[in-house]
């Protein structure tokens, strides 16, 4: 997998993201994908090589290690990190379809009328899609975690696992290696996606209260009669309500 790519088009996101989506891209950066670039992909390498059976039975170890390791941490993580990604790029091509209708308005109207005062603001559709972003990573998070949580017994490497599938010829004794390291990095590799849930669960809370606060706010600044909520025409509401005495 080109990371370096990978990189690139995920730099786009960060223009559009609060402060919580930035400490996210953060952590996906720095304690997943290069933890995986650097040290995950070296200690998983050649992992069924490393999967040492006490038998010399042809295609028992393959079958045993099929059987112990149906999908492997290594693959699965970056299955992980592709899927986790992905929701953010509705936002990048919800601001695009934004700057396009923008440019499209300009050339009918004139360069000096606006349809967006911001593309990139995260007002109307453009924050439900942002905010849908959010829960569709955080599910995602969660589905991997309780993958790997079912397929590898709470996350845990044995050293020693025992064997009858066959073509084997008994019980057999098959050895993993690097158990230890291995485990290490899954703990970790596991916090961190935690990590990432509660980060995302922190912005879908901050989002939702800003957006609870500035309707209150714009309320409050309202008469009853105006039933006018935009802030671009609050000056007209405030003069209707001079004029009618409230």
């Not at 955080?138 to 590898?152: D, K």
Request: charged share 20%; aromatic share 14%.
């Amino acid at each position: 997998m080109d990371w370096k790519t990978f990189q690139a088009l995920l730099s786009g996101v960060n223009k559009y993201s609060t402060a919580f989506g930035r400490i996210w891209l953060s952590v996906v950066f720095v304690f997943r994908v290069m933890v995986y670039v650097v040290a995950a992909e070296r200690v998983w390498g050649d992992e069924q090589k490393d999967f040492d059976c006490n038998t010399k039975q042809p295609g028992c170890a393959n079958v045993c290690y099929d059987h112990f390791f149906p999908i492997a941490h290594i693959r699965l993580w970056a299955l992980q990190l592709i899927f986790i990604t992905c929701p953010s790029f509705m936002v990048v091509m919800h601001v695009a379809y934004r700057d396009d209708r923008e440019r499209k308005y300009k050339a009918k109207h004139g360069e000096n009328v606006k349809l967006y005062e911001n593309t990139g603001k995260k007002h109307g559709g453009l924050w439900w899609t942002y905010l849908i972003s959010l829960f569709v990573k955080t599910a995602i998070e969660v589905s991997f975690l309780y993958i790997l949580h079912r397929i590898y017994d709470s996350f845990y490497l044995p050293r020693l696992v025992k064997c009858k599938e066959s073509p084997c010829p008994n019980i057999v004794d098959c050895y993993i290696g690097h158990p230890t390291e291995k485990k290490v990095f899954t703990y970790f590799m596991v916090g961190a996606s935690a990590l990432c849930i509660v980060l995302n669960i922190c912005e879908i809370i901050y989002l939702i209260s800003k957006r609870i606060a500035r309707i209150v706010n714009k309320s409050k600044n309202c008469c009853p009669q105006c039933k006018l909520s935009r802030i671009h025409v609050l000056s007209r509401c405030r003069k209707a309500c001079e004029i009618s005495g409230f």
